[in-house]
């Protein structure tokens, strides 16, 4: 970054985003828990999916004031880890592995959060919702393009809050950036760059032939669910790298759309692009891409030109001439990230758009958009909160509504699948988000809707 000494406050500011992917990955969800003070009513809150990322979530409720009645997951495993970390504001919660059971079982139940593997994200919400449950389910809202157009009809429909866990949506930077971009402040923004670093996922591969026994405890084909059968792979699908398989999960481009999509899609009011270009390595394998670019084309609307939207992951990065003020020393880009690019100025705003660094046309170097006399200027217009779990939770309890609900989170989920569907397919698409279908292309209909295994859905 030119201009910009490596100790001063602005950069090391910047500089949070090109910290370790890991230690990034855990970090928004923890960063915007708080600690309240206690409520004037306890929320009685159920979770499903008792893996790594829920483990925030459980905190964070337990942090606000509100009590954990049941868990429910088909891994004993991840319930007793869940019970010796969080000790007795716990231990009189309800365990099922069944969610059908604890919705039916648990009338105390007001709330859900969900934090399994994307598969069984639509399942579970759905079965929620229809119960009169407040949901609070983690990103992607689901797994294919039809279950997230059927979510955001049900919330359409349905009086319960819903909040998907895109947690930067919660940040004063997000939401100062929306402000900047709707004064006009970078001029017209007519391309966006996100990337992602290499992911440690399966990918560019197909699945092992071989078996391994199934784990004392976990119920595998409840696990599997509505994917096809397998047979069990130690360490190749649970718990931490469903991700990388199709069947459970899309890669990192399924993992971060609603993340790094989110204040472009919010701020540029982008409905659906007409049109999906797609580069990569590893295609048409079992797992996602090795690497690959995705390039959402988005028409001209509401008075705004037409956007190109870029995604850049597995070692694909943007390309010098859109990011020559964001490389450091011998030319080095940040890890990850997210780029919008005006005719004034350019906004860096992370790969979980939590951030808001800003560089005009004039300017020596970026720097934190509360530190530029200009963009001081620009007044606030939309109310900050003190997180996103918070938010979801003042909702349920009669407060304001939440700025990341299912129909949101649902459309934000189509954008980054109809680019999958296109990987899948290896080859650049048309795109009829409308009608969710890729015009003359009838094998992308399996894409978007799947034919699912229907045991272990609600009303079985």
Not at 176 to 190: K, T
């Amino acid at each position: 970054m030119k201009t910009n000494p490596s100790n001063s406050p602005d950069r090391r500011q910047f500089l949070k985003t090109g910290a370790a992917a890991g230690a990034l990955m855990m970090l928004p969800a923890r960063a915007l828990q708080v600690q309240a003070a206690a409520p004037a009513r306890q929320l009685k809150v159920a979770f499903a999916g008792m893996g790594g990322q829920i483990q925030g979530h459980v905190s964070g409720i337990l942090q606000l004031g509100h009590q954990v009645v049941a868990m429910c997951d088909v891994d004993s495993a991840q319930i007793a880890k869940t019970k010796a970390r969080h000790g007795e504001a716990v231990a009189k919660a309800a365990v099922y592995k069944d969610y059908r059971l604890m919705l039916e079982k648990e009338p105390s139940i007001e709330a859900v959060v969900i934090a399994t593997p994307d598969h069984w994200h639509a399942p579970i919400c759905r079965a929620a919702m229809e119960a009169g449950k407040h949901v609070y389910c983690e990103k992607p809202l689901t797994h294919t393009i039809y279950e997230a157009r059927q979510l955001r009809e049900l919330c359409r429909a349905s009086k319960v809050v819903t909040q998907m866990g895109n947690q930067g949506s919660a940040s004063d930077n997000l939401r100062r950036s929306m402000e900047l971009i709707a004064a006009g402040f970078f001029g017209e923004i007519r391309e966006v760059h996100a990337w992602h670093p290499v992911h440690g996922w399966p990918s560019g591969v197909d699945r092992p032939l071989d078996s391994d026994p199934v784990p004392e405890g976990l119920d595998w084909d409840f696990w599997l669910g509505t994917s096809p059968a397998r047979p069990y792979k130690t360490k190749i699908y649970h718990p931490n790298d469903w991700r990388g398989w199709y069947d459970f999960g899309n890669g990192s481009l399924g993992d971060f759309c609603c993340h790094s999509f989110n204040l472009p899609l919010r701020a540029l009011k982008l409905d659906y692009p007409d049109k999906i270009e797609i580069e990569g390595t590893g295609l048409g394998k079992e797992s996602f891409a090795e690497s690959c670019s995705v390039k959402l084309h988005f028409p001209a609307r509401e008075g705004r030109g037409p956007v190109v939207l870029n995604w850049h992951t597995g070692g694909k990065l943007p390309p010098e001439s859109a990011t020559e003020w964001l490389r450091g020393p011998g030319g080095k880009l940040p890890g990850n990230g997210c780029l919008l690019i005006g005719d004034k100025g350019q906004l860096q705003c992370g790969l979980w758009n939590s951030d808001c660094n800003i560089r005009m046309k004039d300017d020596p170097r970026f720097i934190w958009a509360g530190n530029h006399p200009a963009a001081k200027l620009i007044p606030q217009s939309i109310p900050r909160v003190k997180g996103q779990l918070q938010e979801w939770v003042d909702a349920c309890l009669g407060g304001p509504r939440v700025f990341s609900d299912f129909d949101f989170g649902g459309h934000l989920t189509e954008i980054g699948l109809a680019g999958i569907v296109a990987l899948r397919l290896q080859k650049n698409i048309p795109w009829d988000g409308p009608g969710m279908k890729v015009p003359g292309m009838p094998e992308a209909d399996a894409l978007i809707k799947r034919g699912d295994r229907t045991a272990y859905l609600p009303g079985h």
